[in-house]
């Protein structure tokens, strides 16, 4: 594939384009920290998810925290059913993207309320979009760089849309691959 350029939703704390996965529990959980979930289940969207999944066991790597959450998962399709399982009692943690989890607290302010953010974890590169091998991606960023621009401030504000950026596919790159089971 091609890299196009990567939305910028202008993530708090994180570069143009970089998100943050927030790693959240129960709110009446009295598990204070990471460590204390070692035997814990996670909710995880997919298996070949970056942020519910690379993003946390990337997370345990780099903390030192000594385990991981392969073989104690529940993968439930979508950030917002792995969310509605930790609050449901079914899992206990779940990680979820930092842009799925500020539209959970605005559109299910009860259920997200039910919730609390443990931890989140280090920036990276949001979800590109990418075009066929061999594309000259330029006409498709400007396209969509013209898009954003023309979208109303109600537009932008329902979508948390700020702009378009480019990040090196280099970048991409280095990020490692999670677990697989």
């Known amino acids: 594939v091609t890299l196009v350029g990567t ?105 997200a309320g039910q919730l609390r953010v443990l931890e989140r974890t280090r920036p990276t590169p949001g979800l590109p979009f990418i075009t066929a091998k061999g594309t000259d991606p330029e006409p498709l960023f400007k396209a969509i760089e013209a898009a954003v621009d023309e979208l109303t401030d109600a537009d932008r504000a329902l979508l948390l849309l700020k702009g378009i950026v480019r990040i090196p596919a280099e970048i991409y790159l280095r990020e490692p691959l999670p677990p697989r089971e």
Do not use: M
Not at 34 to 39: Q, S
Not at 93 to 99: N, R
Not at 103 to 108: E, G, N, Y
């Open 7 to 111: 939305p910028d939703y202008a993530v708090p704390g994180c570069p143009p384009g970089y998100y943050t996965s927030c790693i959240v529990v129960r709110a009446d959980d009295h598990r204070s920290t990471l460590d204390e979930f070692e035997t814990a289940t996670l909710a995880r969207n997919d298996i070949r998810s970056q942020s519910g999944w690379a993003a946390i066991e990337g997370h345990l790597s780099e903390t030192g925290a000594g385990y991981s959450f392969v073989g104690r998962t529940i993968d439930t399709g979508s950030h917002r059913a792995s969310a509605e399982r930790v609050a449901a009692g079914d899992a206990d943690i779940a990680s979820l993207d930092g842009v799925t989890w500020t539209l959970f607290k605005r559109d299910s302010p009860k259920r």
